[in-house]
């Protein structure tokens, strides 16, 4: 166990909906990401969060909105999306605002946008 | 342009010696770390080099070497829960964003 969680792990969805991504870290770290992790892709950063700031937003397009309420727990809000954004989405955390530091992954959300 | 370059796929049997390298183009270092990730699961932090050198941790080794902009995984002993995809990844030293390699798959076979 990672100590990092994420729910759902599947989620399928129409490109009108809207739905919420949850990550949860039970290691008391102070930074939190947002990874997307396509086929044959590496991992991409998204946005990166420390004491509960967002520190990076690495070009991402508005229909993916983050929210961290505290510093255990990370949202990514999710409307009108494109297939294109099927992809699984990973959280992790680290003790510090390094991304060098060893990071801790969750399992992923596995999204289908239909 | 900042970019990694890692084989795609790498195979070997068991108890061998593996290397899997990575070269790196960025503008300014910081370090390279290595994870290591199992089909459906989540990547896992297996190393970190800010120095040139070697760093060893079981039967996994990492290397760097700046002048080079070159750093390995090297995996020992192998056993077959060793096949998984093994990712380095860069960040610069002026607030660039983390840079993962495409990922090398090792098979490891009997």
């Known amino acids: 166990e990672t100590g990092v969680t994420q729910t759902p792990r599947h989620l399928v969805m129409g490109m009108t909906n809207k739905k919420s991504l949850k990550c949860e870290q039970h290691?008391?770290?102070?930074?939190m990401y947002w990874y997307k992790q396509s086929a044959k892709k590496p991992l991409e950063l998204m946005f990166v969060?420390?004491?509960?700031?967002?520190?990076e937003n690495n070009s991402v397009p508005s229909r993916f909105s983050p929210e961290c309420p505290n510093s255990s727990h990370l949202f990514l809000h999710l409307h009108t999306l494109q297939p294109e954004d099927s992809a699984l989405y990973l959280c992790?955390?680290?003790?510090?605002?390094?991304?060098?530091?060893?990071?801790?992954f969750g399992p992923g959300t596995r999204l289908t946008v239909t | 342009g900042q970019s990694l370059e890692q084989p795609s796929e790498v195979t070997a049997v068991e108890g061998a010696i593996v290397q899997i390298n990575c070269t790196y183009q960025t503008s300014g270092f910081y370090g390279l770390s290595w994870y290591q990730q199992h089909d459906g699961g989540a990547p896992t932090f297996l190393s970190y080099n800010a120095l040139d050198g070697l760093e060893e941790t079981g039967r996994f080794s990492s290397f760097l070497s700046r002048s080079d902009s070159y750093g390995y995984l090297l995996l020992q002993e192998l056993q077959m829960k060793d096949s998984a995809s093994y990712f380095c990844a860069v960040r610069n030293n002026q607030g660039g964003k983390l840079i993962f390699g495409q990922g090398t798959e090792l098979s490891v076979k009997p």
């Open positions: 290691l008391g770290h102070n930074a």
């Open positions: 992790a955390s680290s003790p510090l605002g390094d991304l060098l530091y060893e990071q801790y």
């Open positions: 969060y420390n004491f509960k700031e967002q520190t």
